[in-house]
């Protein structure tokens, strides 16, 4: 075989090309001919690799951790059904971001959380500082069950779409720049005063969004607790949402998968490509860890 064409083969099937269209690309650019199993078989080596890097150690300590979902059409019993990928990425003591793992479920529920933060724990993981996660049904309370002292913030960005959810149109404008005063305001303090006006105003014709935004407060305003460089980077799942939009790049050409490894094996070889760049700290890395080790100096020194 051509050398190299096996990390080729790899590569052109991490970016979402199948099986069909890689042998077509080999015979073009090579001038080789390849046949589809050959492909196949080179591919499904991938599995190993998945499962070795899916329990790979992890480090004691990450100063956050954000996690977030992706949906993918995966066929089961013969019908196409909806299956979740979680992801959770971790900021190391180095400032180096860090995919920590991926886990397949077909619903976002208490007990697979429990579950996922487990298997976070069984792989060396004895503290995490900031959790930043959607709003998941009874997340918070699983969390403090596997890792006591850690704070989690809800994503404000999230809570903004889905409190816009409720609103018509012609209100869209106004309604979002009295959400802007809650989440821009200086202080907690200010932030409340700013949810009280925005009750006053809008709870008659919009009580669901407001509702929300009071039933959450507390996990929604733990940013409020740290200096402006660790706010940004806490209050929005951003990070990982900009990590899903690649593994949507790379895997928008598969319309379903036909199991659930194959959907994995995707997903991992998607991720392997989108994180290649992760060599640097996150910008304004030696203010960040020194205000971290002032507030948690105890435990970042685990």
Avoid at 74 to 90: C, F, M, P
Avoid at 158 to 180: C, L, T
């Amino acid at each position: 075989m051509v050398d190299g064409l096996e990390n080729v083969i790899i590569s052109l099937y991490a970016k979402g090309m199948t099986v069909s269209d890689i042998e077509e690309q080999i015979r073009e650019v090579y001038k080789f001919d390849i046949s589809t199993s050959t492909i196949s078989r080179i591919t499904e080596s991938v599995s190993n690799d998945v499962i070795a890097w899916q329990n790979r150690p992890l480090e004691a300590v990450y100063l956050i951790v954000w996690m977030d979902g992706i949906v993918f059409k995966v066929r089961e019993n013969s019908k196409v059904i909806n299956k979740t990928i979680y992801l959770a990425v971790g900021l190391n003591r180095d400032g180096k971001k860090e995919v920590l793992g991926m886990w397949l479920g077909k619903n976002e529920s208490s007990s697979f959380w429990l579950g996922v933060l487990t298997d976070l724990k069984a792989r060396g993981v004895e503290d995490i500082l900031i959790t930043a996660t959607d709003n998941l049904n009874g997340f918070t309370q699983t969390i403090k069950n596997v890792f006591p002292e850690s704070q989690t913030q809800i994503c404000v960005v999230h809570q903004i779409r889905n409190s816009a959810r409720y609103v018509v149109w012609k209100d869209k404008k106004e309604f979002s720049k009295d959400m802007k005063q809650i989440y821009d305001a200086p202080t907690k303090q200010a932030a409340r005063a700013s949810l009280e006006d925005f009750a006053n105003k809008w709870n008659s014709k919009y009580p669901y969004a407001v509702k929300s935004w009071q039933d959450n407060w507390e996990e929604l305003t733990v940013f409020f607790d740290f200096p402006v460089e660790i706010r940004k980077i806490i209050y929005t799942t951003n990070l990982i949402e900009n990590l899903n939009g690649k593994i949507r790049k790379y895997t928008k050409n598969k319309l379903s998968f036909p199991t659930d490894e194959a959907v994995l094996k995707s997903v991992y070889l998607a991720l392997r490509e989108a994180t290649k760049k992760w060599t640097m700290p996150i910008h304004n890395w030696g203010l960040i860890l020194n205000q971290f080790l002032t507030i948690f100096e105890k435990r970042v020194q685990l």
